[in-house]
């Protein structure tokens, strides 16, 4: 028999629900009833009281059994460990059922059925009032856990009462890819980071010396450099600066394997991205491209943003558009001077045009390439041919992007996000129209 | 439905002794074969139900895919299968089955009171062998079951009387005592239990 952890009993703090049980006898009564009826039938036929003998013993139980009243309801209580989690997490879910004074008359079994993208992690049926599940939801996006099958027997097993469960819902969030490094601006907006800037200011970092001017502080002087040139010398830093950062998820093509597919990868990098961005002090938003129309979360900082970016993004996921146009958005969604990075399989025109227009209104950009599946390749000249072209599109397209000074750099989705993106992070990535 | 590895040796032997337990009743009711009153048939039925009872038992943990659309034909096939196996009452045939063959016998008192102990211990062993529970579900029933096996002997014992006077009537009678005998004990006793 199964015997899943035991959850503490003080802990199922949850909602508690009434849920109808529906009575039936079991099949072990029923069994137990055809052999009774059978001998009783035989014995009357046959005119053989040994027939009303081997009836005896089936008829006793079934008496017998009739144990007390049954339960109209039942009392369950679901509580999941987490009401958000990460793709391949753990949630444990502790169900209790409150059988009143009537506890000791009823044995309770648990059968779970995990719902679409749900696996279970360990047993799926338990014994007792109380249980604990473990289940990993495998895919990204709003997952019902599943349903629990809850069965009363009575002490001998005859009835048995049969009532379901609904487990709640979770928001199951993208494995965010891994990214440490991130690309920085040449030009950061006059702001407090932790960025170096390429002026002087008050930050951590060595920018250079200079002489000395009424007003510096004492403690910046360099000595050395002061007792070679025979002048006061005074050490000067760079500044610190953040940035603004706009992540644009293109959501308007989902092609490739299930778990793996563009969408997939394109919500996976702008978790990682917006955790990288987070963590480095910078303000991220983000912008969902769906069929010409965009949702979006204008920028912000703290851990908090990156769930309220993977929220925003699953809010979106309806396949259809909603929000406003990508050329109409607000100074909030794309602040002037922002870096824009784009995930992007890049098999919409209208998303491809939208880049091109976001780059002439001045912003600095960067395309995740997340297309990881081709056309079949069958072997039909036209069909070789049409595969052919295809390839020829998509190669002009990225060609097109790094013309206009949009790095296009592709992704697998396996390999950290640091290795393809490890030329813009080593330097600040230039504004348009400014010489490096 | 998965189960954890402890009870699994347990589990198997009870789904064991269930098998085991209804070949011996089909065996025990089918020897010496007779060729009349659908024994055949009953035959057949019997072991097609025992041998549908174990393999439902057998494959108890095998789990169903939600959907079956999608997927190729033989496995819908063995899906299918699996859904017949346990939807049918294939226990309940067999028992109807089993008896009508011991009736089909000329035999003694006692061989059908054995039979009838056999069968009960094979519901029971079927019923331990598919809810999952150890045999120590049973020991509240062991007073009832005790009471049982006592009112199989009576019966036994009741066929095995000398009928008072020739003909039907008195047959009928020693039945008709034998099921107030039966009923009378099924009233009175659960209320002492």
């Known amino acids: ?436 | 439905m998965s189960r954890s590895g402890d009870s699994q040796p347990s589990q198997a032997a009870v789904r064991g002794a269930a098998v085991l337990l209804g070949v011996v009743s089909v065996v025990w009711a089918a020897v010496p074969l007779v060729h009349k009153g659908l024994a055949t048939f009953a035959l057949l039925v019997a072991i097609c139900g025992v041998v549908a009872g174990a393999l439902r038992l057998a494959l108890a943990d095998v789990p169903l895919p939600e959907n079956s659309f999608l997927l190729p034909t033989p496995l819908r096939a063995w899906i299918r299968f699996i859904e017949i196996l346990r939807l049918l009452p294939w226990e309940e045939g067999a028992v109807i089955a089993i008896v009508w063959l011991e009736v089909q016998h000329p035999a003694p008192p006692w061989h059908t009171a054995l039979l009838g102990a056999v069968l009960v211990a094979y519901l029971l062993a079927v019923h331990l062998a598919e809810s999952g529970a150890s045999a120590g579900a049973l020991r509240p029933q062991a007073r009832v079951l005790a009471i049982g096996a006592g009112l199989l002997a009576l019966g036994a014992a009741a066929g095995m009387l000398p009928a008072p006077g020739p003909g039907a009537a008195s047959a009928l009678l020693r039945l008709v005592a034998a099921i107030a005998l039966i009923a009378a004990a099924g009233l009175v006793l659960p209320s002492m239990l």
């Open chain 1, 1 to 436: 028999m199964s015997s899943p952890v035991r959850p503490n009993d003080q802990a199922l703090r949850g909602p508690a629900a009434g849920i109808e049980v529906r009575w039936r006898s079991s099949r072990h009564a029923r069994r137990l009833l055809t052999l009774a009826l059978a001998g009783v039938f035989v014995a009357t036929l046959a005119r053989r009281p040994e027939f009303a003998g081997l009836a005896a013993p089936a008829l006793l139980l079934l008496a017998a059994g009739q144990g007390p009243g049954r339960l109209a309801r039942v009392v369950v209580k679901v509580r999941p460990s987490a009401g958000r989690v990460f793709e391949g997490e753990v949630v444990a879910v502790d169900v209790a059922a409150d059988l009143g004074s009537r506890a000791a008359d009823f044995a309770v079994r648990w059968t779970l059925h995990p719902g679409r993208e749900v696996d279970p992690v360990g047993a799926t049926a338990a014994d007792g009032r109380t249980a604990r599940f473990t289940v990993t939801p495998q895919h990204w996006g709003r997952r019902e856990l599943g349903t629990l099958d809850v069965v009363l027997r009575d002490r001998w097993r005859l009835t048995e009462g049969h009532a379901t469960v609904t487990l709640p819902r979770v928001d199951c969030y993208p494995a965010p890819a891994q990214q440490r490094t991130v690309v920085v601006l040449r030009r950061l907006a006059n702001r407090l980071g932790e960025h170096p800037a390429r002026t002087a200011g008050e930050g951590i970092e060595f920018a250079g010396v200079r002489e000395y001017v009424p007003g510096d502080r004492q403690r910046s002087i360099n000595w050395p450099a002061s007792t070679r040139r025979g002048r006061l010398q005074v050490n000067t830093f760079a500044a610190e600066r953040s940035q603004d950062v706009v992540l644009i998820a293109d959501a308007t093509s989902d092609v490739g394997e299930p778990g793996s597919s563009a969408l997939d990868l394109a919500l996976r990098g702008v978790a990682a991205a917006a955790r990288a961005y987070t963590e480095a002090r910078d303000r991220v938003g983000v912008v969902t491209y769906q069929w010409g129309a965009a949702s979006w979360l204008a920028p912000g900082l703290g851990r908090r943003q990156v769930y309220r970016i993977i929220d925003s993004m699953l809010a979106s996921d309806t396949g259809w558009a909603r929000g406003a146009s990508v050329y109409r958005l607000p100074r909030a969604a794309l602040p002037p001077g922002a870096l824009v990075v784009a995930f992007s399989p890049l098999l919409n025109q209208r998303f491809v045009e939208t880049l091109r227009e976001l780059r002439e209104r001045g912003f600095t950009m960067l395309v995740v390439d997340v297309l990881n599946a081709e056309p079949p390749n069958r072997p039909r000249v036209a069909d070789r041919l049409a595969r052919r072209i295809w390839r020829m599109e998509q190669d002009a397209i990225r060609f097109s992007l790094r013309e206009l000074g949009i790095p296009v750099v592709p992704w697998d989705g396996e390999q950290p996000l640091d290795l393809p993106l490890a030329g813009y992070t080593r330097r600040p990535l230039a504004a348009p129209g400014t010489r490096r």
